[in-house]
DNA sequence: TACGATTATATGTCTAGACATATAAGTCAA
DNA sequence: TTGACTTATATGTCTAGACATATAATCGTA
């Protein structure tokens, strides 16, 4: 096999290193389990100093396609096909995305003191203020996905005054909260009456259900359902690397 | 503000550096689109050297956090929530993590040549043999997924002969065909007949679909579609750094 | 004012060392 | 055979430099 490139050097040392590596990993050469050579011997092979093999096989650690282990090498991890990246865009970015013209449609707004569902919804203890929304978001003047929200006022108290008529409450947040965390959960319902109405399907069709908390350093900000009519939606999620 | 840990440098340097910024980052103190400190800044800051910093920044700018630019800096970047991180795990480990009981059951398998419905699934163009399986995971003896899963032979011509009246085919695979990538298609349909039956469940109740497509360098190996009951299956995704 | 050339600078990569630390493997006694 | 102790070693982190390179900012000119 041939160590060095056969034009030139193109990408930088430790990228080369990394490529080379993964190719193996890839192509089954070495396969699940497989130790890789040590530091010091790709030191050798390539005639680099040990910390360019070194970040060469930590950002391989890092995309879990080997597990480093002190004393006893840098191992092949068997594949892990249960991870991938879940791409859930904006719902607006969405629909621009494809080419269609967004709409939004603010269908009710409450201010209220969260009541003992909310705190559940919420995973609160404390009492405290919540605004309810329920919106629509549509596509070419279809009816897209509609979202019902739960805003925590002791987290975000701007949002009492936002004017969500014009604004999705997603977008505002995006841009008046720091940074967050989130978790999704996504099941399947079928339509109940209100749903079928909400997103012009029959009662009893099928509705991909996103449900989506947001935190903060363990402070509750949203969450927010949104329900997709299921035979028209897709989720795509690919494998890392993708 | 403390530079230094109260207690003591429990965690490496870097890691505190790392892990300093990215609070400030949480907590909106450093907003999107800030400028953060230079390196020469961060190394006269924590007393080191700029082979430190440099190995926190980078970490912080594969992690998406921020955004280096050469000449001009490092920027937070603003929070894509669009990102998460879904963990479709095997579903004998799903389940067994669960503390469930695991059963497998094989209902069909056939060894035939590509009919053009088979081609178009696998997304191949030329004919050749492929493997359909059948099958059902059950949790506690009640049902859990059916799996309807097509083998592209002329990749895994060793599946040609594999028993899977034992081993879900997701296993064997995993054990016999170097690391992959896949692509996952997530839906909402209700049930027919057919899988009511087979998930025991009632005719018109929503179920879950995965789409999984897999391949290797471009080569086809799997596609497979799996249907949960909607209603107790759960898919969970969490934003990453979680 | 607009545009092209020059310069300054922050990041990107790399070196040749160093010490720390977890742990696999070997050693020895009960 | 088993358990406790010791040792060797691969990885983890860090340093104090270096040169490369992309590009923001400046300057000069048409």
């Given at each position: 096999m041939s160590l060095t490139a056969d034009t030139a050097d193109q990408p930088t040392l430790y990228k080369r290193i990394r490529a080379d590596i993964e190719k193996r990993i890839l192509t089954g050469e070495w396969p699940p389990g497989?130790?890789?050579p040590f530091e010091h011997e790709l030191v050798a092979r390539y005639g680099c100093s040990r910390m360019t093999v070194n970040k060469a096989l930590s950002e391989l650690a890092q995309a879990d396609l080997i597990e480093r282990r002190r004393r006893a090498g840098s191992f092949v991890r068997r594949p892990q096909h249960q991870s991938a990246v879940l791409k859930i865009?904006?719902?607006?970015?969405?629909?621009?995305?494809?080419?269609?013209?967004?709409?939004?449609?603010?269908?009710?707004?409450?201010?209220?003191?969260?009541t003992?569902?909310?705190?559940?919804?919420?995973?609160v203890k404390k009492a405290g203020k919540v605004v309810a929304i329920t919106c629509r978001h549509s596509a070419d003047n279809v009816p897209f996905a509609v979202?019902?929200?739960l805003i925590d006022l002791s987290s975000v108290p701007h949002a009492a005054t936002a004017d969500f008529s014009r604004e999705p409450p997603g977008s505002w947040l995006l841009h008046h909260v720091p940074w967050t965390e989130a978790e999704h959960t996504i099941s399947a319902i079928v339509a109940d009456d209100?749903?079928?109405?909400?997103?012009?399907?029959?009662?009893?069709?099928?509705?991909?259900?996103i449900d989506r908390y947001t935190w903060r350093s363990a402070r509750t900000i949203t969450a927010v359902r949104l329900l997709y009519p299921g035979d028209s939606h897709r989720l795509v999620a690919r494998f890392k690397g993708g």
């Amino acid at each position: 096999m041939s160590l060095t490139a056969d034009t030139a050097d193109q990408p930088t040392l430790y990228k080369r290193i990394r490529a080379d590596i993964e190719k193996r990993i890839l192509t089954g050469e070495w396969p699940p389990g497989h130790r890789i050579p040590f530091e010091h011997e790709l030191v050798a092979r390539y005639g680099c100093s040990r910390m360019t093999v070194n970040k060469a096989l930590s950002e391989l650690a890092q995309a879990d396609l080997i597990e480093r282990r002190r004393r006893a090498g840098s191992f092949v991890r068997r594949p892990q096909h249960q991870s991938a990246v879940l791409k859930i865009a904006d719902i607006r970015a969405e629909i621009t995305a494809l080419g269609r013209a967004y709409g939004y449609e603010l269908i009710g707004r409450k201010l209220r003191a969260a009541t003992a569902a909310d705190r559940d919804r919420l995973g609160v203890k404390k009492a405290g203020k919540v605004v309810a929304i329920t919106c629509r978001h549509s596509a070419d003047n279809v009816p897209f996905a509609v979202e019902d929200r739960l805003i925590d006022l002791s987290s975000v108290p701007h949002a009492a005054t936002a004017d969500f008529s014009r604004e999705p409450p997603g977008s505002w947040l995006l841009h008046h909260v720091p940074w967050t965390e989130a978790e999704h959960t996504i099941s399947a319902i079928v339509a109940d009456d209100r749903t079928a109405e909400a997103l012009d399907i029959a009662v009893g069709a099928p509705c991909l259900v996103i449900d989506r908390y947001t935190w903060r350093s363990a402070r509750t900000i949203t969450a927010v359902r949104l329900l997709y009519p299921g035979d028209s939606h897709r989720l795509v999620a690919r494998f890392k690397g993708g």
